[in-house]
């Protein structure tokens, strides 16, 4: 497919001070936008400026959620290029996702090579201090006027481009997280493992909840015994219970995070045994107090690692070391990573696409 760049008139205004970068509320000038129809297939294919959509009021996704998303980075080397970090995984699991929500795939190498266009054409948008980066919101949404539930004929799928600020700004910093014996995120058979905006919707209660309570993150645990822990937030989580790094297993209802895989391939580099296993809340008490448990993790895309400093579960509160300070592993497989994101190590395992 071709892919048309349509001139850019006038740049945004730019947050020059990059310590003031929110999240996700600037976006550069342009985005990539492609079209879908059946019958026709993928077309239209553009970069273009950075402008709202005009969508039909009925449009199918405004109603049912037909939608995917997902989020990548780009980082700046210390030699001033520009890489992306494992954009393959992102673009297949965009289709794995698109098959699960009767959405048409796309071609990922085509996905990659338009990735590559627009942030090149973007590169001054990245930026260039310590902890910095350029977050990639590739999306998917059903477009089609229509009332009726069945999958659109018509869908819209674009990438927008956010420059975010560096996330820990006093060094990595412990959370404090509040199980919930209520809410679940995901059951089995249902779409856990899919980065579609339902699943994000629905966890916003319980999240409000935690944190009208003072925690910063709520864990899910399993929707059938809600004995098991699935996730933290929108993030996976890791324990290094009896020296051995414990994560949940990807049996549906949980996403297959990359920041995740990522994590499990340093830690085998490190020498650590990994079991991809579900541990239970009782572990987690148990073993907090034991010393079996000690440190845990979230991982995303987003803020790379977010140590835990304390669970709370029904009127109990555990806290791991000091509940202040970040784990020892904790800290060299944050370390490790970033460093190949930012090219300060060797990239070991091929991750690192340079545009
Ligand atoms: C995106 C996401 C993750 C993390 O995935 P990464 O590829 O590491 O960013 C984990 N859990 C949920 C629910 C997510 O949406």
């Given at each position: 497919m071709n892919l048309q760049i349509l001139p850019l008139e006038k740049h945004k205004?730019?947050?020059?001070?990059?310590?003031?970068?929110?999240?996700?509320?600037?976006f550069t000038d342009r985005m990539f936008v492609m079209q879908y129809k059946?019958g026709k297939g993928w077309h239209d294919a553009r970069i273009q400026p950075y402008q709202p959509f005009a969508l039909?009021?009925?449009?199918?996704?405004?109603?049912?959620?037909?939608?995917?998303?997902?989020?990548?980075?780009a980082?700046?080397?210390?030699?001033?290029?520009?890489?992306l970090?494992?954009p393959?995984?992102?673009f297949?699991?965009f289709?794995?996702?698109?098959?699960?929500?009767?959405?048409p795939e796309v071609d990922e190498s085509f996905m990659l090579q338009a990735l590559k266009e627009l942030v090149r054409l973007e590169a001054d948008w990245?930026?260039?201090?310590?902890?910095?980066?350029?977050?990639i919101r590739p999306t998917l949404i059903?477009s089609?006027?229509?009332?009726?539930?069945?999958?659109?004929?018509e869908y819209l799928c674009f990438i927008i481009l956010?420059?975010?600020?560096?996330?820990?700004?006093?060094?990595?910093?412990?959370?404090?997280?509040?199980?919930?014996?209520?809410?679940?995120?995901?059951?089995?058979?249902?779409?856990?493992?899919?980065?579609?905006?339902?699943?994000?919707?629905?966890?916003?209660?319980?999240?409000?909840?935690?944190?009208?309570?003072?925690?910063?993150?709520?864990?899910?645990?399993?929707?059938?015994?809600?004995?098991?822990?699935?996730?933290?937030?929108?993030?996976?989580?890791?324990?290094?219970?009896?020296?051995?790094?414990?994560?949940?297993?990807?049996?549906?209802?949980?996403?297959?995070?990359?920041?995740?895989?990522?994590?499990?391939?340093?830690?085998?580099?490190?020498?650590?045994?990994?079991?991809?296993?579900?541990?239970?809340?009782?572990?987690?008490?148990?073993?907090?107090?034991?010393?079996?448990?000690?440190?845990?993790?979230?991982?995303?895309?987003?803020?790379?690692?977010?140590?835990?400093?304390?669970?709370?579960?029904?009127?109990?509160?555990?806290?791991?070391?000091?509940?202040?300070?970040?784990?020892?592993?904790?800290?060299?497989?944050?370390?490790?990573?970033?460093?190949?994101?930012?090219?300060?190590?060797?990239?070991?395992?091929?991750?690192?696409?340079?545009l």
């Amino acid at each position: 497919m071709n892919l048309q760049i349509l001139p850019l008139e006038k740049h945004k205004p730019r947050i020059a001070d990059e310590t003031q970068l929110a999240f996700g509320k600037q976006f550069t000038d342009r985005m990539f936008v492609m079209q879908y129809k059946t019958g026709k297939g993928w077309h239209d294919a553009r970069i273009q400026p950075y402008q709202p959509f005009a969508l039909d009021p009925a449009a199918m996704v405004l109603h049912y959620a037909q939608e995917i998303f997902e989020g990548l980075k780009a980082f700046r080397r210390p030699d001033g290029q520009v890489a992306l970090f494992r954009p393959m995984d992102n673009f297949r699991r965009f289709n794995h996702g698109a098959r699960r929500m009767c959405m048409p795939e796309v071609d990922e190498s085509f996905m990659l090579q338009a990735l590559k266009e627009l942030v090149r054409l973007e590169a001054d948008w990245v930026p260039r201090s310590e902890g910095t980066s350029l977050y990639i919101r590739p999306t998917l949404i059903a477009s089609e006027p229509m009332l009726g539930v069945r999958p659109a004929d018509e869908y819209l799928c674009f990438i927008i481009l956010c420059p975010v600020g560096a996330y820990y700004k006093g060094g990595l910093a412990p959370v404090k997280i509040w199980i919930s014996d209520h809410y679940v995120r995901a059951a089995h058979g249902g779409t856990g493992e899919v980065k579609t905006g339902g699943n994000y919707a629905a966890s916003l209660f319980a999240a409000r909840e935690a944190g009208a309570k003072g925690y910063d993150q709520v864990l899910w645990l399993d929707a059938k015994e809600k004995k098991h822990v699935e996730e933290v937030g929108s993030m996976n989580i890791c324990f290094l219970f009896d020296g051995k790094l414990v994560t949940s297993p990807l049996a549906g209802t949980i996403l297959d995070g990359i920041t995740r895989r990522s994590i499990l391939a340093l830690a085998r580099d490190m020498g650590l045994d990994i079991e991809q296993r579900a541990l239970s809340v009782d572990e987690i008490f148990a073993g907090a107090e034991n010393g079996r448990l000690s440190e845990a993790f979230g991982t995303g895309t987003a803020v790379v690692i977010s140590p835990v400093g304390q669970f709370t579960y029904r009127d109990q509160t555990v806290v791991l070391g000091d509940g202040k300070t970040t784990g020892k592993v904790t800290r060299k497989l944050y370390d490790t990573l970033t460093g190949i994101q930012y090219g300060r190590l060797p990239d070991t395992h091929g991750w690192v696409d340079l545009l």
